[in-house]
């Protein structure tokens, strides 16, 4: 069945220094990927999406990449700040009809002062 | 505004017990879902409505009862729960482009209800 991998569980930065987060899906059909932040007690957050007629999308300090040939999509965050600490989620479409995302196994991101 | 509601935050119930979980949003998205989450694992999907209408049930057990009363709400009744049924549970809604609901609309989560079943 259709799977994402995501890496590493857990990244550990410090203040200031990039993180990238990287996941690979299995089915070529897949056309959108959203990143979600998940906050401890909170619900995950949208942070940035891709769709797959397009290869790079930035948002201040956050970017998503996506090779389609490859099927990999990788989140980028600069500049790191200790607020940035959370469960980050890559996501990508599952089959027409389905409504399903895929969902990654998570990346618990801390970001050291 | 991308704001999805759910109350209560917190529940703990018996296994005897009923209760619902509500969920609201008033971006006019037309397809709503319901999702648990257990601890460090991503969320799984339960069910989807899709204008008011059960679209998917991921064979989800019959102790949880969804329910669709109109575009804004979305409620989940729990009977008869047991203890592995503890966890948080997240609503979300996207907009249904295209007249119908697809995995390329964007979803918008709730902050979720934390479900404790003793």
């Known amino acids: 069945g259709e799977n994402v991998e995501q890496h590493p569980s857990t990244l550990s930065v410090q203040e200031g220094d990039s993180a990238v987060i990287k996941c690979t899906y299995s089915?070529?059909?897949?056309?959108?990927f959203p990143w979600y932040k998940q906050e401890l007690g909170k619900g995950p957050q949208l942070i940035i999406d891709i769709r797959s007629n397009v290869g790079e999308k930035k948002d201040q300090r956050i970017a998503v990449t996506l090779n389609k040939t490859a099927k990999h999509f990788s989140l980028h965050i600069t500049e790191t700040q200790p607020e940035d600490s959370a469960v980050y989620f890559c996501?990508?479409?599952?089959?027409?009809?389905?409504?399903?995302?895929?969902f990654g196994t998570g990346t618990r991101l801390k970001v050291l002062a | 505004d991308t704001e999805v509601t759910q109350t209560p935050k917190h529940l703990v119930m018996g296994m005897t017990n009923k209760k619902s979980l509500k969920c609201e949003q008033h971006?006019?998205?037309?397809?709503m879902y319901w999702y648990k989450q257990k601890a460090k694992k991503p969320p799984e999907l339960m069910f989807v409505y899709s204008y008011e209408k059960l679209s998917i049930n991921e064979s989800v057990p019959s102790r949880f009862s969804p329910e669709c009363p109109n575009s804004s709400l979305l409620n989940l009744h729990l009977h008869a729960l047991q203890p592995e049924d503890s966890a948080l549970y997240l609503c979300?809604?996207?907009?249904?482009?295209?007249?119908?609901?697809?995995?390329?609309?964007?979803?918008?989560f709730g902050p979720g209800t934390r479900l404790t079943v003793l």
């Open positions: 979300a809604s996207s907009q249904v482009i295209g007249g119908r609901a697809s995995s390329t609309d964007t979803q918008y």
């Open positions: 996501a990508a479409s599952a089959p027409s009809g389905t409504y399903k995302y895929i």
């Open positions: 089915d070529s059909a897949s056309n959108y």
């Open positions: 971006m006019g998205h037309r397809a």
